[in-house]
């Protein structure tokens, strides 16, 4: 194969492999199942011959069927009464025989399959949700869908359609071996012609491969645009741009429809050509058994009874070819998927001495000169020179203008992020990947954007302490400020609250996250902005909730309202990625020119 095929097939080679290591003993059980189906079904052949001699139309003793005088000898044995029904016995119980062995094999390739796609399914799964958090900046979270439910199922398909390709190609070899004990020279005469169309039909599979890398990226965009759509469907019906959205879809419909049948089309043509081909062959061998190398009648139907079973596996072997070539773009680009995140996988956390542990902070949080860049290449930095110590069991504040950085910090703290320079030091040791990976074990944070799963009250809670009990839960909604309207709910804590918490406001939202945050009893509280939907009175009231937490646990808080951060032990102040003032609210309140100053002014005169 040239240098540019080889990217293509290595990754269909990989599926392979991990089938084989998947199945293990049963994959070849399936192909030595597949080589006694084949064989039963050759042997049912040959017992025609002692049929056609009992009826007349073959000679038995004549030779013209190898082995067939050996066949048909014990039969002589038989009353002639007795001998039709003896052979057919025998044949029956042969294409019993095969037919049960053919469901046995049937429900085994089932299992293997299935098993298979769930196999992959889960390997991709947790391929990508242990992935760290830059894997999932640079990409869309749209085009994880797109893999695991259009491109998995694809491969698991290729991976099989390779296995059906290597059962048909023991099949055929099986027949080709006895067509040629039939007659050689009838059966080289057929090879010769199927290997001829073969060749011809190479660029079939070559338009396959580039049909299959046309539905993969229409597919992706299907999905991703579908996903964005929906994502934004409240824009979408706001600002009346349906009719913007129906173009742009039915567009992608019509190539995509353009694309199927264009495939259907080009495998239509195949089996065409075979088909043709068949007729032709089959005209032409007649002639010259008869003309020719005058074939007895006999042999003559068996070789064309052999012709009928052989030359339908080599239009087989052309679809299959044209199918896994359809799929060959899904391999690679699963492949390259899994390759990725595999390479920002988490580490685990490092075995801790015992008695240590870094899941509960007790000193606080430290950074040293850091550095972080989203793009290495571009020369914007999220932070820069970033020196900063937030103590634990106190609540630290941190404020800014939009873009200054303050979720970056936050993501550094935690461990979602790695500096590019410089140090995090929790309690006085480096956080590392492995080590942020258990931090989080005990750290709680609630997002400006609050995400909440398409179940229950009770089953988004309990996502975050399956452990807990309803008296525990009611509990963290009352500390939230929820327990009121999750009261009022149809079905109380067993209310379904629709996709992304659609049924609830954005503050009631915001309320359940933070239940669901502080049931985990975490060592650090971390809320980002996530008091920014909340009336006053809802606020004033978290912050009460908060007062009492001082002490218990460690808080940070990005806040863009700044009256909700008077009781801050500390104000960390950024702007454009580096810290400009920190202190208390007074202090940092009365400093002249100060950001602190200027933003408490820009909303004094929007609130007045």
């Not at 059980?29 to 017992?47: D, H, K, P, Q, R």
């Not at 082995?67 to 039709?84: G, K, T, Y």
């Not at 391929?127 to 869908?145: C, E, T, V």
């Not at 359940?512 to 996530?530: K, Q």
Request: net charge positive.
């Amino acid at each position: 194969m040239s240098g540019k095929g080889k990217p293509d097939v290595a990754p269909v080679l990989f599926y392979l492999q991990k089938l084989r290591a998947f199945a293990g003993p049963k994959l070849y059980a399936n192909l030595a199942g597949t080589i006694v189906v084949s064989m039963l079904e050759g042997i049912g052949i040959f017992l025609l011959a002692p049929m056609l001699g009992l009826i007349g139309l073959m000679d038995a003793s004549s030779g013209s069927i190898p082995l067939l005088s050996a066949a048909a000898e014990p039969l002589q044995r038989l009353p002639s009464e007795m001998r039709l029904p003896a052979v057919l016995a025998v044949f029956l119980i042969l294409l019993l025989g095969q037919g049960l062995l053919q469901r046995l094999l049937t429900n085994l390739s089932a299992e293997l399959e299935q098993g298979f796609i769930r196999h992959l399914r889960l390997e991709l799964y947790q391929g990508l949700i242990q992935s760290n958090w830059a894997f999932f900046l640079k990409r869309r979270r749209s085009d994880f869908i797109h893999h695991a439910t259009i491109e998995l199922p694809r491969v698991s398909f290729g991976v099989f359609m390779c296995l059906r390709l290597a059962t048909t190609l023991l099949f055929t070899l099986i027949q080709i071996g006895f067509a040629l004990w039939l007659s050689a020279p009838l059966t080289l005469a057929v090879l010769v012609c199927g290997l001829a169309l073969a060749a011809y039909s190479r660029s079939q599979v070559r338009k396959s491969r580039a049909l299959g890398k046309e539905t993969t990226e229409l597919m992706q965009r299907y999905v991703g645009g579908m996903t964005d759509h929906f994502n934004g469907i409240k824009d979408i019906k706001g600002n009346r741009m349906e009719r913007q959205h129906l173009s742009w879809f039915r567009a992608l419909c019509d190539r995509l429809e353009g694309n199927l049948v264009q495939f259907t089309r080009l495998q239509s043509a195949s089996q065409f050509h075979y088909k043709a081909a068949a007729s032709v062959l089959i005209a032409l061998f007649v002639y010259f058994a008869f003309a020719v190398l005058h074939v007895q009648a006999g042999t003559l139907v068996f070789i064309v009874l052999v012709f009928s079973r052989l030359w339908p596996k080599f239009s087989a072997l052309q679809s299959n070819l044209e199918q896994i070539g359809q799929t060959v773009p899904a391999f690679r680009h699963l492949r390259e998927l899994q390759q990725a995140s595999e390479a920002a996988r988490e580490p685990e956390p490092p075995r801790l001495a015992e008695g240590g542990s870094l899941a509960r902070v007790a000193q606080g949080f430290e950074l040293r000169d850091v550095s972080f860049r989203y793009d290495r290449e571009q020369d914007t930095y999220a932070l820069q020179g970033v020196n900063l110590r937030i103590p634990a069991h106190r609540m630290t504040a941190v404020v800014g203008r939009s873009g200054a950085g303050k979720s970056t910090l936050i993501d550094m703290l935690i461990g979602l992020v790695q500096p590019e320079r410089g140090q995090v030091l929790v309690d006085g040791k480096p956080l590392g990947a492995g080590e942020a990976y258990e931090l989080r074990r005990s750290v709680s944070y609630v997002s400006q954007d609050p995400f909440l799963f398409h179940e229950s009250v009770r089953d988004n809670l309990a996502i975050a302490a399956p452990e807990a009990s309803e008296s525990q839960m009611w509990e963290a909604l009352r500390f939230a400020a929820a327990d009121a309207f999750v009261e009022r709910l149809p079905e109380g804590l067993d209310t379904v609250l629709g996709d992304r918490g659609v049924r609830l406001s954005g503050g009631e939202r915001q309320r359940i996250v933070l239940a669901r945050a502080i049931l985990r009893n975490p060592s650090v509280l971390v809320l980002d902005e996530a008091t920014s939907a909340l009336d006053g009175e809802r606020e004033a009231g978290i912050q009460e909730a908060l007062e009492r937490l001082r002490g218990r646990m460690t808080l940070i808080v990005i806040a863009h309202r700044l009256s909700t951060i008077r009781g801050a032990d500390q104000i960390v102040v950024l702007d454009n990625g580096s810290v400009v003032q920190q202190g208390g609210y007074a202090q940092l309140s009365e400093e002249r020119g100060g950001l602190f100053g200027k933003l408490l002014s820009y909303q004094a005169r929007a609130s007045g």
